[in-house]
C-alpha cells in the first residue's frame, strides 16, 4: 500500500546505495492499492525496483519464512501514513527478535513499541526520505562502530517485548476482561 511508506523506504535505501553503502533491502508481501496508490500503480513501481541490485522481492512468504526474514535482518521498517494503523506483526515480532526498527512517528506505533528503542521517523512532510535516511544512516553508524553491541543492546528489550506480547499474557488478560477473572 502507497500509505504504508515503502516507495518511501525504497527511495531512501536507492539513495544509501548511490551513497556506496552495501545495503538490501527484501520486501514481503504483496501490492494492495489504496487512496495514495492503485495496485497497479504500485505493482508498476515494485516492477521497477526489480532491476535495482539492492532490492530484492519474495512476494508473499508463510508465517514462518516470514519471521525468519526477520531474524536475519538488522532493520526493520514501517514508516507508515496508514490511518488506520494498528500494532503490525512485523514490528512487533521485529521487536521480540531484537531488531533495530525504523517507523513513522505516528500514536499507534509510538504505542505499540513502548519503550522499545527505535527510530521514529516523521513522514507526513516533504522530507519524509530524509529522515527515513538519517535514521537508516544512524543505524549502519552504528552497526560499523560497533558490530557486536549492534546485535545486543536490544536484547532486553526484546525479552521484555517477548513477555509483553506472549499469547497466555493476552489470553490471560482477555479472559479477564471477559469474564471478570484474575
Same mark, same amino acid.
Given at each position: 500500500?502507497?500509505?504504508?511508506? +515503502?516507495?518511501?523506504?525504497?527511495?531512501?535505501?536507492?539513495?544509501?546505495?548511490?551513497?556506496?553503502?552495501?545495503?538490501?533491502?527484501?520486501? #514481503?508481501?504483496?501490492? =494492495?492499492?489504496?487512496?495514495?496508490?492503485?495496485? %497497479?500503480?504500485?505493482?508498476? %513501481?515494485?516492477?521497477?525496483?526489480?532491476?535495482?541490485?539492492?532490492?530484492?522481492y519474495l512476494g508473499q512468504l508463510a508465517p514462518d $519464512?516470514?519471521?525468519?526474514m526477520i531474524l536475519g535482518a538488522d532493520v526493520v $521498517?514501517?514508516?507508515?501514513?496508514?490511518?488506520?494503523?494498528? %500494532?503490525?506483526?512485523? #514490528?512487533?515480532?521485529?521487536?521480540?527478535?531484537?531488531?533495530? =526498527?525504523?517507523?513513522?512517528?505516528?500514536?499507534?506505533?509510538?504505542?505499540?513499541?513502548?519503550?522499545?528503542?527505535?527510530? +521514529?521517523?516523521?513522514? @507526513?512532510?516533504? @522530507? !519524509? #526520505?530524509?529522515? =527515513?535516511?538519517?535514521?537508516?544512516?544512524?543505524?549502519?553508524?552504528?552497526?560499523?562502530?560497533?558490530?557486536v553491541a549492534f546485535g545486543t543492546r536490544r536484547q532486553?528489550?526484546?525479552?521484555?517485548?517477548?513477555?509483553? +506480547?506472549?499469547?497466555?499474557?493476552?489470553?490471560?488478560?482477555? !479472559?479477564? #476482561?471477559?469474564?471478570?477473572?484474575?
Open positions: 500500500m502507497g500509505s504504508k511508506g +515503502f516507495f518511501l523506504l525504497a527511495e531512501a535505501v536507492h539513495r544509501m546505495s548511490e551513497e556506496g553503502h552495501a545495503v538490501r533491502l527484501v520486501s #514481503i508481501g504483496r501490492p =494492495i492499492g489504496d487512496d495514495t496508490l492503485s495496485e %497497479q500503480g504500485a505493482r508498476d %513501481q515494485l516492477a521497477a525496483l526489480e532491476s535495482e541490485s539492492w532490492f530484492e $519464512s516470514a519471521n525468519a $521498517s514501517l514508516p507508515s501514513r496508514y490511518r488506520s494503523e494498528c %500494532q503490525p506483526l512485523a #514490528i512487533i515480532q521485529a521487536m521480540c527478535a531484537g531488531r533495530a =526498527i525504523v517507523v513513522s512517528d505516528i500514536p499507534a506505533l509510538r504505542e505499540t513499541l513502548g519503550e522499545y528503542p527505535a527510530r +521514529f521517523v516523521s513522514v @507526513g512532510s516533504t @522530507g !519524509a #526520505i530524509g529522515a =527515513i535516511l538519517d535514521a537508516l544512516r544512524d543505524l549502519l553508524r552504528e552497526k560499523l562502530s560497533d558490530p532486553a528489550p526484546a525479552l521484555a517485548a517477548v513477555k509483553r +506480547f506472549a499469547v497466555s499474557r493476552f489470553d490471560h488478560e482477555m !479472559a479477564t #476482561i471477559l469474564g471478570g477473572r484474575s
